[in-house]
């Protein structure tokens, strides 16, 4: 069994800058793709980023591609999400998920998701 446990998330203006962490338990996340996510009020899920197992490239949303980088390491079970130039329409609860599969942007492909972590931008 896999828990995710998302921090980060707070309450920032436009233009500021966060960073989330998800923490992994109860097994090693090394060996599996991680993604983030978000959903904002009365919306969708939607996929935000997600990198492979190594630590690679990772792939982005077009909406946030240029402003968010997700990084991982393995040493410390953790994966990373640095936000910056963050929009209000960034305002969602972000979520990180292990890929069962690949690095993946459906949502489909992830078998564990953290509780999430909110984060408001202020215009």
């Known amino acids: 069994q896999v828990q995710l446990v998302e921090s980060g998330g707070g309450l920032v203006q436009a233009g500021g800058s966060l960073r989330l962490s998800c923490v992994g338990s109860?097994?090693?996340?090394?060996?599996?793709?991680m993604g983030w996510f978000r959903q904002a009020p009365g919306k969708e899920r939607e996929f935000v980023a997600s990198?492979?197992?190594?630590?690679?490239?990772?792939i982005y949303a077009d909406s946030v591609k240029g402003r968010f980088t997700m990084s991982r390491d393995n040493t410390k079970n953790t994966v990373n999400l640095q936000m910056y130039t963050l929009k209000p329409e960034d305002t969602a609860v972000y979520y990180c998920?292990?890929?069962?599969?690949?690095?993946?942007?459906?949502?489909?492909?992830?078998?564990?998701w953290g509780q999430g972590t909110q984060v408001t931008v202020s215009s």
């Open positions: 109860g097994s090693s996340l090394s060996n599996s793709p």
């Open positions: 998920a292990r890929s069962s599969r690949f690095m993946s942007r459906s949502d489909y492909d992830y078998d564990y």
């Open positions: 990198i492979s197992r190594w630590g690679g490239t990772p």
